[in-house]
């Protein structure tokens, strides 16, 4: 079935849609979008005759798989991205003999390809090369001995030191070469990095013929040779570790220039040159299916480069680590998919194409798949049986998103009315009309693509089929030629058979003594009075139909009447908190635009009231049963929005107590922490969804409150907890203020219901979010809104087929807030797969470690923390050796061999086991550990990705006249410059880190005070200055803030501060405080899990 055909134009459905036409506009049938430059690059047909193929230059030969006896060893990667961050070009340490010159020394060699980093910066992996660099046609034959077709190169090349004198002075250089948590961390590059400052070089001219390198800051990926003999003589390799080494190199002579490497070749291959980045991987395929797969990511410790000998210190001679540049970056990751695939949009009319990561950023086109932005996998291409997916460990798994935003450049999903029938539906599973049913016998019956049920066409919905057995009207449904649209739902779909009400908030506020003392009931009373005419509202409707209700609160209820007929409000209180009660119906919940004076004039009058309150105690159940029964006295849903400041202990029903216990950490009883005080919260949780009512949290703590008991309603309505802990007016309010204003104003749906139906073979097993769930296949939510995301996992239940694929069908019933009974519909058709390396090929790491830090977080309220960490790593080891085992060509056991689209995995992962849930420092809190244990369980999988691996841009790299970022550098000190200004941003908090080298100008137009010592560390918003760096470092926070669903807390970090201890806690590439493995520490860990394994 093409969904490229033209558009056919046929009568309008239901009710005509302003704007509808968008879908016989050109840009629909295929071809290019208006104002959407075109591709860069064409699909890929093998070597592009006009390109030049310069000659390979002296001493380089292209490798052919293990090298033969007496041919020359090359120096070869795996990789396939752009600028691939292969282990095998080694760190170029200072020449034994010279001191390294100073950083921005003119280099020996030609001009060096800096890509968009400027001097100084630190690159990750290879620079990519400026033009597109062909790969070998597939079909090329392979014969021994002769070189594949050269890709075109960069010009320029690097001189390199002599090459090694003897095959024995190899060996004796990478003896003692072993992988493990001995590898010593590495120091930071001359000039660039702070702290330990490098071991100087020996002093002494340079040897004959050799050529001063330059820091490694500037140059990561120079190689360059082992010292001549004469430095090594009577120096003798550390010890190997056992079991951590690969068989010893082949020995044959190696050509100049070249260190030794392992080589892994992957089928055909390539060999990359020095400075640039491997064959290009062809165009992203846009609307057509994936082309060949890229080879796997490979890791080699017998060619991984190690700190010359006597550039280290006499106690560290032995130890040996891996260059952090030649390591998988997820800043390289990251780009390279945004130069490939953030030019075109993505098309999904083909089946299981993975998307661009949600790093990057792009259009959608939908056409019969929804867009990721509401649905993304761990794979796109499933196993065909439950073995092959039991054997690989990778986990099935949808996060879905049903009500995201989208941006204004796309089309919401269109609303389809079919009249009192309905939807049409299959008989027999119920699933939903979709692009993937198929009409049979001239368009009377359709069969279910989910179940192969065939039903009958009801006669209102009869259409004839054209030539190819598509019906003629296939462009003028969403419902068939669109993955995502809306239907308006019947009667059928409401409560007790009758449409629902417009749903209510109420606000309920807490007017205890610390609520009162810091100014927090004034500034929410004031900020209501502009809030409320900014209340959500359906499309184009004048006012919002959502009513109003107060309620303050401390150890007793205070009901206000706010109707438009009176004069001023009336308060009416409830001191039996053991039986709530709500002791008015009219008058309660009312139209904002009618009672506004009213309104008004209460807003101003709570603050006075209680000025003097003595009241220290709170209740916290009883203001919800209040709102409840306020709901359902109005027989509506709604939501309540709830600002508490301390723990309930006041004699009430869900009274609290003081349970927290630091002790309690790393034992078995850890998890009672995650787990709520009593189950009253849970039934009441229960009651909540019943009756459409959604609780949002807003915390105001200065102490422990139990968040793990408090949120328990929240969660399982579906509703959301802000928490500022010990909260002041003066740094915090104007983050309150925006979550706040956003919390009020985003779209949300009521009384919502999610089922996800399967294609035969597969079926959705397991949950993870925001919600309740009655039965073992209906998610239930009081409230839904734009942000929250649930994840679904997949098992199978049958064998898939290859030809068929599979499809999800996600089906979400809400109410809208105009009170519409709607349901909104999302599909997608997955590939299936018979080859383990089909799967491995279309994996998205971001969502496989959303999905994982969903499943440990869910883990910790039932096993101990330790059994949860060992449990993830142990997961990944076996997905990893899977792949090593089944899809990498054999090479030796000394490798550690990733694919390429999880060469990511480790990094992510060891983020998340170093995370505050599952990993605490002594200065986090219990409630914050519960607070982000719930925040992560409903994420998405853009969240995830920048909470577990924060986004670090160095502000003083920013070009003042472009409104481009500065490129994005590694969560690592050694990045840091003491000379620069940094920012880093994690979902939560914007750090903006300054180093004592900072230029005095750039303190005075940043912070407006002249020197370093002046800059106050209470700052919660850059100060208003009129130059540009000011103006350019805002608009980034600003920008930062707009693609976040909560507001950041800003703080700045000085250098060598007490606060830089926080700062450093989200370095996440660097060993952590609380004993979390480095990047590389853990990689070699991972390696050595994965050896163990296939051993």
Same mark, same amino acid.
């Given at each position: 079935?093409?969904?490229?055909?033209?558009?056919?134009?046929?009568?309008?459905?239901?009710?005509?849609?302003?704007?509808?036409?968008?879908?016989?506009?050109?840009?629909?049938?295929?071809?290019?979008?208006?104002?959407?430059?075109?591709?860069?690059?064409?699909?890929?047909?093998?070597?592009?005759?006009?390109?030049?193929?310069?000659?390979?230059?002296?001493?380089?030969?292209?490798?052919?798989?293990?090298?033969?006896?007496?041919?020359?060893?090359?120096?070869?990667?795996?990789?396939?991205?752009?600028?691939?961050?292969?282990?095998?070009?080694?760190?170029?340490?200072?020449?034994?003999?010279?001191?390294?010159?100073?950083?921005?020394?003119?280099?020996?060699?030609?001009?060096?390809?800096?890509?968009?980093?400027?001097?100084?910066?630190?690159?990750?992996?290879?620079?990519?090369?400026?033009?597109?660099?062909?790969?070998?046609?597939?079909?090329?034959?392979?014969?021994?001995?002769?070189?594949?077709?050269?890709?075109?190169?960069?010009?320029?090349?690097?001189?390199?030191?002599?090459?090694?004198?003897?095959?024995?002075?190899?060996?004796?250089?990478?003896?003692?070469?072993?992988?493990?948590?001995?590898?010593?961390?590495?120091?930071?590059?001359?000039?660039?990095?702070?702290?330990?400052?490098?071991?100087?070089?020996?002093?002494?001219?340079?040897?004959?013929?050799?050529?001063?390198?330059?820091?490694?800051?500037?140059?990561?990926?120079?190689?360059?040779?082992?010292?001549?003999?004469?430095?090594?003589?009577?120096?003798?390799?550390?010890?190997?570790?056992?079991?951590?080494?690969?068989?010893?190199?082949?020995?044959?002579?190696?050509?100049?220039?070249?260190?030794?490497?392992?080589?892994?070749?992957?089928?055909?291959?390539?060999?990359?040159?020095?400075?640039?980045?491997?064959?290009?991987?062809?165009?992203?395929?846009?609307?057509?299916?994936?082309?060949?797969?890229?080879?796997? @990511?490979?890791?080699?410790?017998?060619?991984?480069? $190690?700190?010359?000998?006597?550039?280290?210190?006499?106690?560290?001679?032995?130890?040996?680590?891996?260059?952090?540049?030649?390591?998988?970056?997820?800043?390289?990751?990251?780009?390279?998919?945004?130069?490939?695939?953030?030019?075109?949009?993505?098309?999904?009319?083909? *089946?299981?194409?993975?998307?661009?990561?949600?790093?990057?950023?792009?259009?959608?086109?939908?056409?019969?798949?929804?867009?990721?932005?509401?649905?993304?996998?761990?794979?796109?291409?499933?196993?065909?049986?439950?073995?092959?997916?039991?054997?690989?460990?990778?986990?099935?798994?949808?996060?879905?998103?049903?009500?995201?935003?989208?941006?204004?450049?796309?089309?919401?999903?269109?609303? !389809?009315?079919?009249?009192?029938?309905?939807?049409?539906?299959?008989?027999? =599973?119920?699933?939903?009309?979709?692009?993937?049913?198929?009409?049979?016998?001239?368009?009377?019956?359709?069969?279910?693509?989910?179940?192969?049920?065939?039903?009958?066409?009801?006669?209102?919905?009869?259409?004839?089929?054209?030539?190819?057995?598509?019906?003629?009207?296939?462009?003028?449904?969403?419902?068939?030629?669109?993955?995502?649209?809306?239907?308006?739902?019947?009667?059928?779909?409401?409560? &007790?058979?009758?449409?629902?009400?417009?749903?209510?908030? #109420?606000?309920?506020?807490?007017?205890?003594?610390?609520?009162?003392?810091?100014?927090?009931? *004034?500034?929410?009373?004031?900020?209501?009075?502009?809030?409320?005419?900014?209340?959500?509202?359906?499309?184009?409707?004048?006012? $919002?139909?959502?009513?109003?209700?107060?309620?303050?609160?401390?150890?007793?209820?205070?009901?206000?009447?706010?109707?438009?007929?009176?004069?001023?409000?009336?308060?009416?209180?409830?001191?039996?908190?053991?039986?709530?009660?709500?002791?008015?119906?009219?008058?309660?919940?009312?139209?904002?635009?009618?009672?506004?004076? !009213?309104?008004?004039?209460?807003?101003?009058?709570?603050?006075?009231?209680?000025?003097?309150? *003595?009241?220290?105690?709170?209740?916290?159940?009883?203001?919800?049963?209040?709102?409840?029964?306020?709901?359902?006295?109005?027989?509506?849903?709604?939501?309540?929005?709830?600002?508490?400041?301390?723990?309930?202990?006041?004699?009430?029903?869900?009274?609290?107590?003081?349970?927290?216990?630091?002790?309690?950490?790393?034992?078995?009883?850890?998890?009672?922490?995650?787990?709520?005080?009593?189950?009253?919260?849970?039934?009441?949780? @229960?009651?909540?969804?019943?009756?459409? =009512?959604?609780?949002?949290?807003?915390?105001?703590?200065?102490?422990?409150?139990?968040?793990?008991?408090?949120?328990?309603?929240?969660?399982?309505?579906?509703?959301?907890?802000?928490?500022?802990?010990?909260?002041?007016?003066?740094?915090?309010?104007?983050?309150?203020?925006?979550?706040?204003?956003?919390?009020?104003?985003?779209?949300?749906?009521?009384?919502?219901?999610?089922?996800?139906?399967?294609?035969?073979?597969?079926?959705?097993?397991?949950?993870?979010?925001?919600?309740?769930?009655?039965?073992?296949?209906?998610?239930?939510?009081?409230?839904?809104?734009?942000?929250?995301?649930?994840?679904?996992?997949?098992?199978?239940?049958?064998?898939?087929?290859?030809?068929?694929?599979?499809?999800?069908?996600?089906?979400?019933?809400?109410?809208?807030?105009?009170?519409?009974?709607?349901?909104? #519909?999302?599909?997608?058709?997955?590939? =299936?797969?018979?080859?383990?390396?089909?799967?491995?090929?279309?994996?998205?790491?971001?969502?496989?470690?959303?999905?994982?830090?969903?499943?440990?977080?869910?883990?910790?309220?039932?096993?101990?923390?330790?059994?949860?960490?060992?449990?993830?790593?142990?997961?990944?080891?076996? #997905?990893?050796?899977?792949?090593?085992?089944?899809?990498? $060509?054999?090479?030796?056991?000394?490798?550690?061999?990733?694919?390429?689209?999880?060469?990511?995995?480790?990094?992510?992962?060891?983020?998340?086991?170093?995370?505050?849930?599952?990993?605490?420092?002594?200065?986090?809190?219990?409630?914050?550990?519960?607070?982000?244990?719930?925040?992560?369980?409903?994420?998405?999988?853009?969240?995830?990705? !920048?909470?577990?691996?924060?986004?670090?841009?160095?502000?003083?790299?920013?070009?003042?006249?472009?409104?481009?970022?500065?490129?994005?550098?590694?969560?690592?000190?050694?990045?840091?410059?003491?000379?620069?200004?940094?920012?880093?941003?994690?979902?939560? &908090?914007?750090?903006?880190?300054?180093?004592?080298?900072?230029?005095?100008?750039?303190?005075?137009?940043?912070?407006?005070?002249?020197?370093?010592?002046?800059?106050?560390?209470?700052?919660?918003?850059?100060?208003?200055?009129?130059?540009?760096?000011? @103006? @350019? !470092?805002?608009? #980034?926070?600003?920008?930062?803030?707009?693609?976040?669903?909560?507001?950041?807390?800003?703080?700045?970090?000085?250098?060598?501060?007490?606060?830089?201890?926080?700062?450093?806690?989200?370095?996440?590439?660097?060993?952590?405080?609380?004993?979390?493995?480095?990047?590389?520490?853990?990689?070699?860990?991972?390696?050595?899990?994965?050896?163990?394994?296939?051993?």
């Amino acid at each position: 079935m093409s969904v490229n055909q033209q558009a056919h134009t046929g009568p309008p459905y239901g009710q005509p849609q302003p704007g509808y036409q968008g879908y016989q506009q050109p840009a629909y049938g295929g071809q290019s979008l208006p104002g959407v430059p075109q591709a860069q690059y064409g699909a890929y047909n093998g070597p592009v005759p006009g390109y030049q193929q310069p000659v390979p230059p002296q001493g380089y030969f292209p490798s052919l798989g293990f090298p033969l006896k007496g041919s020359p060893v090359s120096l070869n990667s795996d990789t396939s991205s752009l600028a691939p961050n292969f282990i095998g070009s080694l760190r170029a340490p200072p020449t034994s003999g010279a001191p390294p010159p100073a950083s921005g020394a003119s280099h020996p060699s030609g001009p060096l390809a800096y890509s968009q980093f400027e001097h100084g910066d630190v690159q990750n992996g290879i620079p990519a090369s400026a033009a597109p660099v062909q790969r070998p046609p597939a079909s090329q034959p392979f014969l021994p001995g002769s070189a594949p077709t050269p890709v075109s190169q960069i010009s320029t090349f690097q001189q390199y030191g002599p090459p090694p004198a003897s095959v024995q002075q190899l060996r004796n250089h990478m003896a003692g070469m072993t992988i493990g948590s001995t590898a010593a961390s590495a120091p930071p590059p001359a000039g660039l990095g702070y702290g330990a400052p490098r071991p100087p070089a020996m002093p002494g001219p340079p040897l004959p013929g050799q050529t001063v390198a330059a820091p490694p800051s500037s140059q990561p990926n120079h190689v360059s040779s082992p010292p001549p003999p004469s430095t090594m003589a009577g120096l003798h390799p550390g010890p190997p570790m056992s079991g951590l080494h690969g068989p010893p190199p082949p020995t044959h002579p190696p050509q100049p220039g070249y260190p030794m490497q392992q080589n892994g070749s992957f089928g055909q291959m390539r060999g990359p040159q020095p400075n640039y980045g491997g064959a290009y991987p062809g165009a992203p395929n846009y609307g057509s299916p994936p082309g060949p797969p890229p080879p796997p @990511k490979r890791l080699d410790p017998d060619s991984i480069p $190690s700190p010359q000998l006597n550039e280290l210190p006499p106690q560290q001679k032995p130890r040996h680590r891996i260059d952090p540049d030649a390591i998988p970056s997820p800043i390289q990751v990251i780009e390279d998919d945004r130069n490939n695939r953030g030019s075109e949009p993505f098309v999904t009319g083909v *089946r299981g194409q993975v998307p661009p990561l949600v790093t990057t950023n792009f259009l959608v086109k939908d056409q019969g798949n929804a867009s990721p932005r509401y649905i993304r996998c761990t794979s796109y291409n499933i196993p065909c049986t439950s073995d092959m997916a039991k054997q690989s460990q990778v986990p099935l798994a949808a996060v879905i998103k049903p009500l995201a935003a989208l941006p204004p450049e796309e089309t919401l999903p269109y609303l !389809v009315d079919h009249g009192e029938s309905g939807p049409v539906r299959c008989n027999r =599973c119920k699933a939903y009309m979709c692009p993937f049913m198929q009409f049979i016998e001239g368009g009377r019956r359709f069969q279910c693509c989910f179940c192969s049920c065939v039903t009958e066409v009801p006669p209102h919905y009869f259409q004839h089929l054209d030539h190819t057995g598509k019906r003629v009207d296939f462009y003028d449904r969403p419902e068939l030629s669109l993955g995502s649209y809306e239907f308006l739902a019947t009667v059928d779909y409401c409560k &007790n058979n009758k449409f629902p009400s417009p749903p209510a908030f #109420i606000f309920m506020i807490d007017v205890s003594y610390n609520a009162v003392k810091s100014g927090l009931v *004034r500034l929410i009373c004031e900020e209501l009075k502009s809030l409320l005419d900014y209340l959500p509202r359906e499309g184009n409707m004048e006012e $919002s139909a959502i009513r109003v209700g107060f309620v303050t609160y401390n150890k007793v209820l205070h009901f206000y009447n706010v109707k438009s007929s009176l004069a001023q409000p009336q308060m009416m209180v409830v001191s039996d908190v053991a039986d709530m009660f709500v002791p008015l119906l009219d008058g309660f919940l009312v139209n904002v635009n009618e009672s506004r004076t !009213v309104i008004a004039s209460l807003l101003d009058q709570i603050p006075e009231m209680f000025a003097d309150t *003595r009241e220290t105690e709170t209740v916290f159940a009883p203001v919800i049963q209040a709102g409840l029964e306020a709901l359902k006295a109005a027989e509506c849903a709604g939501k309540l929005f709830i600002f508490h400041t301390s723990l309930p202990i006041a004699e009430a029903p869900g009274k609290l107590k003081n349970r927290d216990d630091r002790k309690l950490i790393n034992t078995d009883k850890e998890k009672t922490l995650f787990q709520p005080q009593t189950s009253f919260y849970n039934n009441l949780a @229960k009651d909540c969804v019943a009756q459409g =009512c959604c609780v949002d949290l807003f915390l105001f703590p200065n102490q422990y409150l139990d968040v793990a008991t408090l949120g328990v309603v929240p969660y399982q309505t579906g509703g959301s907890i802000y928490k500022y802990a010990y909260f002041q007016l003066e740094t915090d309010q104007y983050r309150f203020l925006n979550d706040l204003r956003r919390d009020v104003q985003k779209e949300v749906g009521f009384d919502a219901v999610m089922r996800v139906r399967t294609s035969t073979g597969i079926r959705a097993t397991d949950f993870f979010g925001a919600f309740y769930m009655s039965n073992t296949t209906d998610v239930e939510m009081a409230g839904l809104d734009c942000d929250k995301t649930i994840t679904v996992e997949f098992k199978h239940d049958d064998k898939l087929s290859e030809d068929s694929g599979a499809l999800l069908q996600c089906a979400l019933l809400y109410t809208s807030c105009a009170g519409q009974r709607r349901l909104r #519909i999302h599909n997608l058709s997955l590939n =299936c797969c018979t080859q383990l390396a089909d799967l491995y090929r279309n994996c998205e790491t971001d969502t496989l470690i959303n999905y994982l830090a969903k499943f440990a977080y869910r883990g910790v309220l039932s096993s101990p923390v330790k059994t949860v960490r060992d449990a993830l790593i142990n997961q990944c080891a076996q #997905i990893l050796a899977c792949y090593r085992k089944n899809c990498a $060509s054999p090479s030796s056991a000394g490798q550690l061999i990733l694919p390429e689209c999880m060469k990511l995995l480790p990094v992510y992962l060891n983020c998340v086991l170093k995370s505050d849930v599952l990993q605490p420092g002594p200065e986090v809190t219990t409630d914050d550990r519960a607070y982000i244990r719930q925040l992560v369980t409903s994420m998405d999988v853009a969240e995830t990705n !920048v909470f577990f691996y924060p986004r670090l841009l160095p502000l003083t790299k920013a070009d003042v006249d472009s409104d481009s970022l500065p490129a994005a550098i590694r969560n690592s000190e050694e990045r840091l410059s003491k000379g620069d200004i940094y920012l880093l941003e994690n979902g939560l &908090n914007i750090f903006v880190w300054v180093g004592v080298s900072v230029q005095q100008g750039l303190i005075q137009n940043l912070f407006g005070v002249s020197s370093f010592s002046q800059i106050s560390n209470a700052l919660s918003t850059l100060p208003v200055l009129e130059n540009p760096f000011s @103006k @350019k !470092v805002r608009s #980034i926070v600003d920008m930062l803030q707009g693609q976040r669903s909560r507001y950041m807390k800003l703080i700045v970090v000085k250098q060598e501060d007490k606060l830089e201890m926080l700062f450093k806690h989200f370095l996440v590439e660097d060993k952590s405080l609380t004993g979390g493995a480095s990047y590389v520490d853990f990689l070699c860990h991972m390696h050595k899990e994965i050896r163990q394994l296939l051993s």
